[in-house]
């Protein structure tokens, strides 16, 4: 039996690194996110299926959407983890053009990505595009129905 003294005692929160702390927060907030990627994603295969049974079934349709799920939580991962780190920098100017060279990368490698998907034929760039929007709805629906959440007063 340890006997506790002032000395021994660990604190109630274990110092994490900062990094780690974005990771927390963006991995939390993809978490938050579940339910309004499963309901859109719901909303955009209802909407093929119809367009399939009009026109005819394509499987560059169910890939586009997986290949746009995947950028678009790549994305948002990329993008958090970076502004913690932006955000601890002291040297503004620095933060700044970290700031720009991060959004210039994450742009142009989505870009070269889907370009070569859809020149090889292997996506349909609607379907792709479409889940670029979702955590874009997801904050839009957050903030009309949690009025009380404290990110939003």
């Known amino acids: 039996m340890m006997i506790t003294t002032e000395s021994n005692k660990l604190p109630n929160k274990i110092p994490r690194k900062p990094r780690e702390e974005a990771v927390q927060i963006v991995t939390e907030e993809l978490k938050s996110m579940m339910w309004t990627f499963i309901v859109l994603n719901g909303i955009t295969l209802i909407i093929c299926a119809v367009y399939s049974v009009v026109d005819s079934f394509?499987?560059?349709f169910l890939t586009g959407l997986v290949a746009g799920n995947a950028a678009s939580l790549l994305n948002?991962?990329?993008l958090g983890v970076k502004a913690g780190k932006i955000l601890r920098r002291k040297d503004i100017i620095y933060a700044k053009r970290y700031s720009k060279i991060s959004?210039?990368?994450r742009y142009l490698g989505g870009f070269a990505a889907f370009g070569i998907l859809i020149t090889l034929g292997a996506i349909n760039a609607i379907t792709a595009m479409i889940?670029?929007?979702f955590p874009k709805i997801h904050y839009y629906f957050k903030a009309v129905f949690n009025k009380n959440d404290k990110i939003f007063k």
């Open 76 to 78: 948002f991962y990329h």
């Open 58 to 60: 394509d499987w560059r």
């Open 103 to 105: 959004f210039i990368c």
């Open 131 to 133: 889940p670029l929007f």
